[in-house]
DNA sequence: TGGGCTTGCTGACCGACGGTCGACAGCGAT
DNA sequence: ATCGCTGTCGACCGTCGGTCAGCAAGCCCA
């Protein structure tokens, strides 16, 4: 009885006592014990699969666990936030991509950036539902900071690629590169949500058009045509 | 007592009895009683700052009640949700933009494209930081769908203006422009959070170079140059 | 077979959030 | 003076992300 009351009165403000689990003849569940490293390759694995199908804020951690079957302290336990959880997930799914779109650094460089741009739409055409989602919970501060390393590595990748053929590498360069990466998840957000019927070579002109555009309003320019 | 054993056990799922203001001594507040429309002007005001300055997750509306003198019920009473208060705030601050970037219909649209982004870029080169709030909260659900309206609406205005001249208005005319308005933004992000020394003529130049370009690389072409 | 020991795992809890309920009180009309 | 309108309030709800401290599965050693 005593524990209700404690439960409705944080007078103390700080935890008063302590029960023990089974309270009222209610059993505490049933679990498996699992090794730690088995335990984190499913939850990865399973979180993977709900941040693609609800994205980041639809999804609350104690329906991670739910889903899991596991209580949400055990998730805390292996992943010390929603935004450690959320980046495991993404770097399990960024990996496949990663893999795919890595370009072949014996190319000349706008090769790599249409080579890598191409494979990256095609990953999209294929993967429309997750990456919509991802790209809805992009701005929400826990996401944004990793996301935004990506860009800016790729920023710097694309810039080290023009700058020593005769590109240029001033603000309006990096801001032209920046630009055009944003676009392409615009321009993938109007693909996938609009429905468009374009085949990935098709964005992939569009896009490199883009690039090629921006850069020379910029004073750059790509050093040699896809 | 019976109460605060309500409040404990939500057991019949509804409120239960009703104490009355005062209890405890605590005096209840005292407060101005304002015109209906004063008050709302006030408020929007108010928030129109606050969510310059701290974006819109990073605001409760329990903070903007407080900031503002008023409680928390009396905000509800005049905006129905947080995402509503957003959207007045907003729209105040919009009107001031949408004034200084409404293009002259007279002129050809390649000049009204131009017109309309510079004059968006000379607003954000005065308020970079509470642009840079807002594009930060741009993916945050609640808001989303208000940008996402001004989105739309302005990539119809921008191809029928393409249209008639000789532009295309493909589904690939359309990724493009969309994927530019996005392209505005991280451009602009780069611009502001990095710093870097660049004049709106300069960003203006850039951003027009990735839609000429974008748009030859989807099959249409803007009707004359700027 | 039965004790310990490790550590994977649990229910109950916290403070803050967005949002709602029904009573109170400022103030012009009478 | 008092009455009604309605602007305003304190207390409350359900859910969120995150935490606390004890329970118990399953191996080890007798």
New interface residues.
Partial sequence: MWV??A???PVVNRRVGWVGGTIAGVPPRAYRRLENEERRRQLVERATELFGEYGY??LSMSRIAREAGISKPLLYHYFPGKRALFAAALQSAAEELGAATTPDPSRPPAEQVAASLLAFLDWIDRHRAAYGKL???????EV?ELIDDVRDRT?QQILDGLNPQGGGDG??A???V??????????????IE?D???TPQ??Q??????????????GASLPAPA
């Fill in positions: 209700i009351l439960r409705c009165r804020e639809e790209l809805r919970s992009l701005a929400v501060a944004r920023v603000p309006a990096r801001a032209a920046q630009g055009w990466l944003w676009s392409i998840d615009g321009a993938c957000l109007a693909w609009g468009l019927d374009l098709q964005m002109g569009m896009l490199l058009g883009g690039l090629g555009g921006a850069l020379t309003g910029a």
